[in-house]
């Protein structure tokens, strides 16, 4: 479930994730969304929606794999989120697009993987393996290992 906020969120901060934070990293796949990873300690809430700016906020304080990577960011000064907690994102994104029969954002997410990959030299998986099934994890590892140099 998405809750739209009736107000813009000006308090929040968090982290660019998702298509524009790729883009910003030199990927060709470009997407009209605004994503951020908050951690909104005033609410559970797993997906907000900031209608007026049109941006969406993924809260870490709403799912335990989402707080990982938050703590995992710890530190990080920038407004986006590192390429390696990019990988895991789209890892954990991937994976949730297949089983809900998302198939066109799975293919997405695979590009955004090859992309994390081959740009990056990112082949470890350090967060999302806890968070996935074993033949979930397999699927992601053999898009990375699929990923051509």
């Known amino acids: 479930m998405k809750t739209t906020l009736s107000t813009a969120p000006s308090t929040r901060t968090g982290l660019l994730i998702g298509g524009h934070a790729l883009a910003e990293l030199g990927s060709s796949r470009h997407t009209v969304d605004v994503d951020y990873l908050i951690n909104d300690p005033s609410t559970r809430e797993?997906?907000?929606?900031?209608?007026?700016?049109?941006?969406?906020?993924?809260?870490a304080n709403g799912h335990k794999f989402f707080a990982a990577v938050w703590k995992a960011e710890a530190g990080n000064t920038t407004?986006?989120?590192?390429?390696?907690?990019?990988?895991?994102?789209?890892?954990?994104?991937?994976?949730?697009?297949?089983?809900?029969?998302?198939?066109?954002?799975?293919?997405?997410?695979?590009?955004?993987?090859?992309?994390?990959?081959?740009?990056?030299g990112?082949?470890?998986?350090?967060?999302?393996?806890?968070?996935?099934?074993?033949?979930?994890?397999?699927?992601?590892?053999?898009?990375?290992?699929?990923?051509?140099?």
């Not at 695979?110 to 740009?119: A, G, H, M, Q």
């Open 122 to 149: 990112l082949k470890e998986l350090k967060i999302v393996p806890k968070y996935l099934a074993a033949g979930e994890l397999n699927e992601v590892k053999r898009v990375i290992e699929s990923t051509r140099m």
């Open 46 to 59: 797993m997906f907000l929606h900031d209608k007026a700016a049109n941006v969406d906020y993924i809260n």
């Open 79 to 120: 407004h986006r989120a590192t390429p390696q907690s990019l990988l895991e994102l789209k890892a954990f994104a991937f994976v949730q697009h297949c089983l809900n029969r998302k198939f066109q954002k799975a293919d997405d997410a695979e590009y955004d993987i090859k992309f994390l990959v081959r740009t990056f």
